[in-house]
């Protein structure tokens, strides 16, 4: 080999290295920013002002940011439980069952996920305004707000849970359900007491997924509450900041506690799939 | 009673929270603003024919095809040395890595955009480090800042599906060639690039689709100076003079045009698998 | 009890172009040990899969205990099956995987329990109740997959390559428990192997698969000793394949000349004049003699020599074309490559076959 060929060789190696130190520097530059900023006295959240918790001192008794959190938790919990049945129930007849048309219907309950959510958004907005609300008016019930954000954050979700289950359900040793019903289950009986069990793992990782994605969404929620009704989640809550003259230092405290949150999460689900693992080994 | 029952509940769902929305997406942009900012029915392309009209096509069109190609090839360009770094790692080691890639997603990505908006700002460190080095470059309200918000926001979703390829890549092939005289640059190009194309598609549809359709980091990283799609869009639905006709018509326009590239992608899929 | 536990006729199966099984028919008794024996591919899982239930005939009629059951779903069948993998549930402890099948025929409780702990018994695994399947060894999973199929006491036990994964000491062990088994419990026993030896040992009866068809059905010692046809000769044990043709009958006797060779050949069906004929010869029938010794013997040139510890395998060049093998218990005895020894046989053990063509 020629010394300049080594040279590059070389060159190329340490290239690798810098390029993939200077990503994980670029990923974390904002985080770090984040959580310095979550300790500053500053009034304003853009400002460094010396270290202290007023922002975390703030944020528990700023009544906007918690209902905020409240409304954001409650939306994802019960979307994630919808979505999660639907989505599972639909990952299981897809594998499992004969189906018609399995094609097509396999390609629709994948569009949620590949189109950009805003025309799904859009699509959700025009069709609680100009079908769903008129109609229900017409038997003299409204929809609230929440309740529309929960449908518009299942839609989305179903095919997450789905893709997940399914993937899991794919990989799952057939034998096993054919073992349950040559010994006289009833198909219902291999879904409940084999099927289910052991796909406990993914079905609590698509949950785990659908409530992150519902958390974190802002298209649907911002085109499905229009109408001024007051109902903020917390991206909502947190867009609606960049109208005013300050930001509010809680922010960078909210951004800190939901990684920690984030944090505790993964390590919850880590610990049940490992368990998993361990039992299926 | 059979599994097959399970089917309809999700589908049911569907088909009404997205399937009819999207028909009324169409019925809609069939239609035209009246004048008190109403719908009125009809049945006419106009709304399309406006979309040729430069207001509408030429600076957003070009704005979100252009920002979502750049953030598509920096992704590509700062994730793939990662994917590849992190795949060639020892299996726990390569678990922690990837869990740092992902990890900075776990806090709302609105926060992540602030956190930007602290930094690019003219008084921050990035601007006053440009500036010393003689740039003088507007972050801020400018494509620049953007790009680089863009670029952060979507940086996972192409390294994720390279290192899922690269993993499962032989590298035993790379010593191969190495035996029989190749550089690792061009065990690199001749090897493992063409052999990762499949991970290389799917990052690259990945950020680009989503990317199309983005509103909220043009809007507060762009100040609402770079008109993209999506911007638009939001205009015609919830600004201040309302056109929802159009508005639908956009975003129908939007879904097309990702149909047309997702339909290209899987064509390359299916040409690429002999080597997947 | 009728007299079969499971009748197959003219089952046929097919996967998009390919036929898996075709028009297979077969009668197994109550009570006895019947294998399927092929290579891989041959049909004889999907075959078993058909009688289980999971797979349905694309045409021909199964009867399990006398009664239609071509179209029943499996679990409505008599029949249990022992997975290839076990197939045991990763969630589920040992007895709860034993009690599975006690439990959707709604048993009660004290019964079900007195049942598993019998069935774990009969395998010797008492006392690992509690355990969940991977805490437990290759071979005492398979006792409980085996526990697992036999406590609901079908009337038939199909068992896909159950020893397939366990090491050759463990499957010797596991090969002489189900023997026993079968004999104490009475059940019938439709074996799926790959593994001839197993086949032989185990088997009352065997059915050779080959191609989705059976070439032949019989105790094991008619199978190994007349094999019908040349790819259950080659596939059951070994065989040296001569061609000659016959030059002259006399009864069951006949003349047939291979070559430059000549030998006699005695047949259950008369040979014609001038047939062209297959004849199989296994190695270790073949005994070493004296060069030159005539009297019907040949002569010919040791050209290779193997020495493997319970045998010695030559292989003898008798004209340009014709080569045999022959293995010999023992030791060489001071034989050699290019000396020259003379062949001898039983004129029994030389068995004209069918040339099979699929």
């Not at chain 2, 979507?154 to 060639?177: G, H, K, Q």
């Amino acid at each position: 080999m020629g010394r300049l060929k080594r040279w590059a060789d070389q060159t190329i190696g340490s290239l690798l290295v810098l390029d993939t130190l200077l990503t994980y520097i670029f990923l974390y530059l904002p985080i770090g920013v984040l959580i310095l900023y979550s300790f500053s006295a500053s009034r304003y959240a853009l400002v460094w002002g010396g270290f202290s918790l007023d922002a975390y001192r703030r944020l528990l008794t700023d009544p906007e940011i918690v209902s905020a959190l409240l409304n954001s938790v409650i939306v994802a919990t019960s979307a994630t439980a919808l979505a999660t049945v639907l989505g599972t129930a639909l990952a299981l007849a897809l594998e499992r069952a004969r189906i018609r048309w399995r094609g097509s219907i396999e390609a629709f309950v994948y569009l949620p996920i590949v189109i950009p959510e805003i025309v799904m958004a859009v699509g959700l907005l025009l069709f609680f305004a100009q079908v769903l609300r008129p109609l229900v008016s017409t038997v003299g019930l409204g929809i609230s707000p929440p309740l529309a954000v929960i449908a518009g954050h299942i839609t989305f979700s179903i095919s997450y849970v789905m893709v997940v289950v399914r993937a899991r359900l794919r990989d799952l040793d057939k034998s096993l359900e054919e073992a349950a019903l040559d010994l006289g289950a009833t198909p219902w009986q291999v879904v409940r007491r084999v099927t289910l069990p052991l796909l406990a793992p993914a079905i609590i990782s698509g949950a785990l997924l659908a409530f992150t994605l519902s958390l974190d969404d802002f298209y649907v929620t911002y085109f499905a509450t229009t109408g001024g009704s007051g109902f903020k989640t917390l991206p909502l809550y947190l867009y609606a900041l960049q109208g005013r003259a300050a930001i509010p230092p809680q922010m960078n405290a909210v951004a800190s506690l939901m990684l920690v949150a984030s944090l505790m999460l993964i390590a919850l689900a880590l610990l049940v799939q490992r368990r998993s693992y361990s039992r299926r080994a | 009673m059979s599994t097959r029952t399970l089917l309809w509940p999700g589908l049911v769902w569907l088909l009404l929270f997205f399937a009819v929305p999207v028909g009324i997406i169409l019925v809609i942009s069939l239609g035209q603003r009246a004048p008190d900012g109403t719908i009125r029915w009809g049945f006419s392309l106009d709304n399309y024919l406006r979309l040729l009209e430069p207001l509408y096509w030429t600076g957003p069109f070009w704005n979100s095809l252009g920002l979502a190609a750049l953030t598509t090839i920096l992704c590509l360009v700062l994730g793939y040395p990662v994917a590849y770094s992190i795949a060639r790692r020892s299996a726990a080691v390569k678990h922690l890595l990837l869990f740092f890639v992902i990890l900075p997603f776990f806090t709302n990505f609105l926060v992540r955009i602030y956190a930007w908006f602290i930094l690019l700002r003219p008084e921050g460190w990035i601007a006053w480090l440009l500036r010393s080095l003689g740039l003088d470059l507007a972050l801020l309200g400018s494509p620049v800042g953007v790009l680089i918000g863009l670029v952060y926001g979507y940086l996972p979703f192409m390294i994720l599906p390279l290192y899922a390829t690269l993993e499962r890549f032989d590298f035993s092939l790379v010593e191969a060639a190495h035996d029989l005289g190749a550089s690792r640059w061009q065990s690199f190009w001749k090897i493992i690039f063409p052999l990762s194309r499949p991970g290389v598609i799917a990052g690259a549809v990945l950020v680009f689709v989503p990317v199309l359709g983005e509103f909220i980091t043009p809007k507060l990283l762009g100040g609402g100076k770079v008109p993209m799609f999506g911007v638009l869009i939001e205009e015609k639905f919830l600004g201040r003079v309302p056109d929802w006709p159009l508005g639908a018509a956009m975003a129908l326009a939007l879904m097309i045009l990702v149909s047309l590239v997702l339909a290209r992608y899987f064509q390359q899929l299916k040409e690429s698998r002999w080597v997947g | 009890m009728d007299e079969f536990s499971v009748e197959l006729h003219e089952i046929s199966k097919r996967f998009g172009q390919t036929t898996v099984v075709e028009r297979i028919s077969l009668r197994i008794r109550s009570g006895e040990f019947f294998s399927l024996l092929g290579p891989s591919g041959c049909g004889k899982t999907t075959t078993l899969r058909i009688i289980a239930g999971f797979e349905s005939p694309d045409s021909g009629e199964l009867l399990i205990n006398g009664k239609l059951a071509t179209h029943t779903p499996p679990q409505e069948r008599d029949v249990n099956l022992v997975f290839q993998n076990y197939a045991l549930f990763p969630h589920l402890t040992v007895e709860q995987n034993v009690a599975f099948g006690l439990e959707m025929q709604k048993l009660p409780r004290a019964q079900i329990r007195e049942r598993v702990g019998k069935a774990l018994e009969l395998v010797r695994l008492s006392g690992l109740g509690a355990r969940l399947p991977h805490q437990l060894s290759g071979g005492q999973q398979q006792r409980v997959a085996l526990a697992r199929a036999l406590v609901t006491e079908p009337s038939v036990l199909l068992l896909d390559e159950p020893l397939g994964a366990l090491d050759f000491k463990l499957r010797q062990e596991m090969q002489l428990e189900l023997k026993r088994l079968q004999r104490d419990l009475k059940i019938t026993f439709l074996y799926v192997t790959h593994d001839q030896e197993e086949a032989l040992k185990m088997s009352d009866r065997l059915a050779v698969m080959h191609q989705g068809r059976v070439l032949q059905i019989g105790p094991p010692q008619e199978i190994y000793e007349r094999p019908a046809t040349r790819f259950v000769a080659d596939f059951i044990g070994e065989s040296n394949f001569l061609e000659g043709r016959v030059v002259h009958t006399a009864g069951r006797r006949a003349v047939v000349q291979i070559g430059p060779l000549q030998t006699n050949v005695f047949s259950d069906t008369p040979l014609q004049l001038h047939q062209r004929v297959t004849l199989a010869l296994r190695p270790e029938r073949i005994q070493l003699c004296l060069p030159d010794a005539g009297n019907g013997t040949w002569t010919g040139l040791v050209e290779e020599l193997i020495y493997i510890g319970k045998e010695t395998r030559y292989r003898v060049r008798l004209s340009p074309e014709i080569t045999v093998t022959v293995s010999s218990p023992g030791a060489s005895n001071g034989i050699t490559v290019g000396e020259r020894v003379g062949l001898t046989w039983d004129p029994q053990s030389l068995r004209p076959i069918e040339e099979y063509s699929a």
